[in-house]
């Protein structure tokens, strides 16, 4: 669990400051197979600092699955992270400012933005991995 608040001296608010965010994990163990199951909470980021255009984000919560199996000095895992393929904005992501609507300043008012666009969270995504220890 992790949250951070600060100011500017001024009053402002602090730039690229993480929101309240937290990982709950139910762990497994049975012999030498472990498994987990992971769910990250991170609250919406709404203290942003304007001068630099910081974006806003909601808040989400994310679902991943992992499982491994090690024996002697291999360890075999597989995951799969976001498992719900939920969309979502990570508060530190920045913004992403090359799309077509962002940049063209002659685009009628309803598709154009101000400043960017939030840059999207990773979607649904599978890992294998192999470990030897020597």
Same mark, same amino acid.
């Given at each position: 669990?992790?949250?951070?608040?600060?100011?500017?001296?001024?009053?402002?608010?602090?730039?690229?400051?993480?929101?309240?965010?937290?990982?709950?994990?139910?762990?497994?163990?049975?012999?030498?197979? #472990?498994?987990?199951?992971?769910? #990250?909470?991170?609250?919406?980021?709404?203290?942003? #600092?304007?001068?630099?255009?910081?974006?806003?984000?909601?808040?989400?919560?994310?679902?991943?699955?992992?499982?491994? !199996?090690?024996?002697?000095?291999?360890?075999?895992?597989?995951?799969?992270?976001?498992?719900?393929?939920? #969309?979502?904005?990570?508060?530190?992501?920045?913004? !992403?400012?090359?799309?077509? !609507?962002?940049?063209?300043?002659?685009?009628?008012?309803?598709?154009?933005?101000?400043?960017?666009?939030?840059?999207?969270?990773?979607?649904?995504?599978?890992?294998?991995?192999?470990?030897?220890?020597?």
């Amino acid at each position: 669990m992790s949250y951070v608040r600060g100011e500017r001296m001024d009053g402002g608010n602090l730039y690229h400051i993480m929101p309240f965010n937290m990982k709950l994990s139910l762990d497994h163990r049975l012999h030498d197979w #472990q498994s987990a199951i992971e769910m #990250q909470f991170v609250d919406g980021k709404d203290d942003v #600092q304007a001068i630099r255009n910081e974006t806003e984000t909601a808040s989400y919560i994310l679902l991943n699955a992992r499982t491994g !199996y090690e024996w002697g000095k291999v360890r075999f895992d597989v995951g799969l992270d976001n498992v719900l393929d939920k #969309q979502y904005y990570h508060p530190l992501a920045g913004a !992403y400012l090359g799309d077509r !609507y962002g940049m063209n300043p002659t685009a009628p008012a309803n598709v154009t933005v101000p400043w960017g666009r939030n840059v999207a969270g990773m979607g649904r995504s599978a890992f294998v991995g192999l470990t030897i220890k020597f």
